[in-house]
């Protein structure tokens, strides 16, 4: 009803002045004996009054109409205000979990090679005509498998759900995997010409469930980003999708 109203108004604002003028024009064909009746003020007058009246509350009227429109326009800039603000925060999300995901891959390729039990066999094999040169090799190589151990490491403390979970069998075989690495360049280092079969066989079996646990985590990681990317997430549903504390 009350949008039928205000959709109607000027129709309505105009018939009700013709009706007005119309009541008035009768009241003052009608003769009256009672004095008292009749009126002090002319036609004109009255009408002139009325008008005045009437324009004011048009004014009133037009006013709080004015006032109700600005009001809804600025809720809506308001909301588009905030709707930008929150677009722009998400580009940036999106930006930092991006190179995250980048930066995470790089670490467990490198890591995954500096302690491939192929890498190490072959870095031995390219230096084993002398001992001094098998031992400078694990050197170097022990060197690079600490430094890749690190970087995967630090990437890794950024999960805050994994660095938290002591039982994740993904913290497990990084740890194990890289004690094997380990353990066969020390054997290398201490015994070149001595036999490393036991130690290789560790490690491969090492690597293998380290490579297991490493591609289900990141498939894991790689739908966190998809969702972010592809769905229409606000911005408590993206902090809740990737907790950092």
Not at 60 to 67: A, E, H, P, R
Not at 120 to 127: E, P, V
Not at 178 to 202: A, D, H, N, R
Request: proline share 1%.
């Amino acid at each position: 009803m009350k949008q039928w109203v205000n959709k109607h108004m000027i129709v309505m604002w105009v018939f009700s002045s013709i009706i007005y003028a119309f009541i008035i024009h009768c009241l003052y064909s009608v003769y009256l004996e009672n004095t008292w009746f009749v009126a002090k003020w002319s036609a004109g007058e009255i009408l002139t009054y009325a008008s005045t009246v009437s324009l004011g509350l048009l004014a009133v009227w037009q006013n709080q109409k004015f006032q109700r429109e600005n009001d809804k326009a600025q809720e809506r800039l308001e909301s588009i205000i905030k709707h930008a603000n929150e677009i722009a925060i998400i580009n940036k999300i999106v930006e930092y979990e991006t190179e995250n995901m980048h930066r995470l891959r790089h670490a467990f390729d490198n890591f995954s090679q500096a302690c491939d039990p192929q890498t190490i066999s072959s870095q031995y094999a390219n230096n084993r005509t002398e001992v001094i040169n098998i031992i400078s090799a694990m050197v170097i190589a022990e060197q690079k498998l600490d430094n890749c151990f690190f970087e995967l490491g630090r990437e890794l403390r950024a999960d805050m759900q994994l660095k938290k979970n002591d039982e994740a069998s993904l913290k497990k075989t990084f740890k194990d995997y890289y004690i094997f690495g380990k353990k066969l360049i020390t054997k290398l280092q201490q015994e070149p010409l001595e036999s490393f079969e036991k130690e290789m066989v560790q490690l491969a079996t090492a690597r293998d469930a380290f490579i297991k646990e490493r591609e289900r985590y990141l498939v894991n990681q790689e739908n966190k980003l998809n969702k972010l990317l592809y769905e229409d997430l606000s911005i408590d549903e993206i902090k809740l999708l990737y907790k950092r504390n």
